[in-house]
């Protein structure tokens, strides 16, 4: 009997035994396991390897540059204001200390409703100078790169550095509509005295609302004399389409700027054809030294067009700003003692007027 007892336990003891030794070996060989390269290795690279994939998880591709500042400046309807300067339009010089950027800035200072609309304001610089004056003065800014060019000085109005700046800016705007986003675009030389988008139609069938520099009565006639320092363009695929056909008579419109050639396309029928809606605004809210408006209670901006220089629209447009600074002051006044209104009348453009005399700039 107790050989056979032994002979039975026999198989349990060697099960145990090895049991035993197993862990024996497993505690002794985690204990030396930081010190083992195998197992070093294989943690670095297991490690790497999740590191890696969680990266490629969650890894962004770099946003489109005009997307990214764009988004910045709009409002919440995809619409944004939209300025495009260069280093002649940003750095003062001896005769003028002050710059037309310091009074496009101003303008919104001293406006009527205006000053909140900066923050919807972008910035193109066609130059580093003026990009960097951009960024000093704190605003949204977009460097818009042009290989091979230099915007950086003066372009005399119909140069041919002028015709080409104007058309560069014709094709970053078609961009703007192709990123679905809506604007107001501004030349640097009109001064926004009052909010604009309160006279601007709120109707959405209208595709294009543009300045005029001379307003015949009629917001819906085609025979309107257009002006592109000042409009307002909705992104859809009917302006993408116009503002296609426009930029693609760059190369064969000599002698033309930017402007006439827009003006050619809407009397050839481009835009009944395209089914496009446009209103041309009324100078007297929207207005110029071509045409000034009659009734300052009602004008918006003051367009420094109908003029050759950029000395001569600084002067100009100073004599604006006073004379609106002049305006408000009387008419606070007037309202304080319950007076009779103010009489009101624009000084004289004579720089502009001049401008067209001199050879240069």
């Known amino acids: 009997m107790h050989l056979d007892s032994l002979k039975n336990s026999l198989p349990n003891l060697a099960l145990f035994s090895l049991l035993f030794a197993g862990l024996l070996y497993l505690f002794v060989w985690s204990s030396s396991s930081s010190n083992n390269p195998l197992l070093l290795a294989y943690h670095h690279n297991s490690c790497h390897g999740a590191a890696h994939s969680s990266q490629s998880h969650v890894m962004k591709f770099p946003l489109d540059e005009l997307e990214l500042a764009l988004h910045k400046a709009s409002m919440p309807n995809k619409t944004l204001i939209i300025v495009v300067l260069n280093k002649a339009y940003v750095e003062p010089n001896v005769k003028f200390e002050t710059t037309m950027l310091d009074l496009f800035l101003d303008s919104f200072w001293l406006g009527e409703d205006t000053r909140p609309l900066l923050d919807h304001l972008l910035l193109v610089a066609v130059d580093q100078t003026a990009y960097d004056r951009c960024i000093f003065k704190r605003l949204k800014c977009y460097k818009m790169e042009t290989e091979g060019v230099d915007f950086a000085g003066e372009k005399l109005f119909m140069s041919q550095d002028f015709i080409k700046m104007m058309w560069r800016r014709t094709h970053l705007l078609l961009d703007v509509l192709k990123h679905g986003y809506s604007f107001i675009f501004t030349d640097a030389d009109v001064m926004w005295l009052r909010n604009p988008f309160p006279r601007l139609s709120e109707n959405e069938s209208l595709d294009l609302q543009i300045s005029t520099d001379w307003f015949n009565g009629d917001a819906l006639s085609e025979k309107n004399s257009i002006n592109t320092g000042f409009y307002y363009v909705r992104s859809n695929n009917k302006t993408i389409s116009l503002f296609e056909a426009w930029y693609s008579r760059k190369d064969n419109s000599t002698g033309k700027k930017e402007q006439d050639v827009l003006l050619d396309l809407m009397l050839e029928g481009t835009f009944r ?89």
């Open 273 to 361: 054809r395209l089914d496009l809606n446009p209103r041309f605004l009324d100078t007297d809210h929207f207005s110029g030294f071509c045409t000034d408006s009659k009734d300052i209670r009602a004008v918006t901006t003051v367009h420094a067009n109908c003029c050759r220089s950029i000395s001569a629209k600084l002067l100009d447009l100073r004599s604006v700003l006073r004379d609106w600074i002049s305006f408000k002051a009387a008419n606070a006044r007037r309202a304080h003692t319950n007076g009779t209104t103010v009489p009101f009348r624009w000084s004289g453009h004579f720089g502009c007027w001049n401008s067209w005399n001199k050879t240069s700039a």
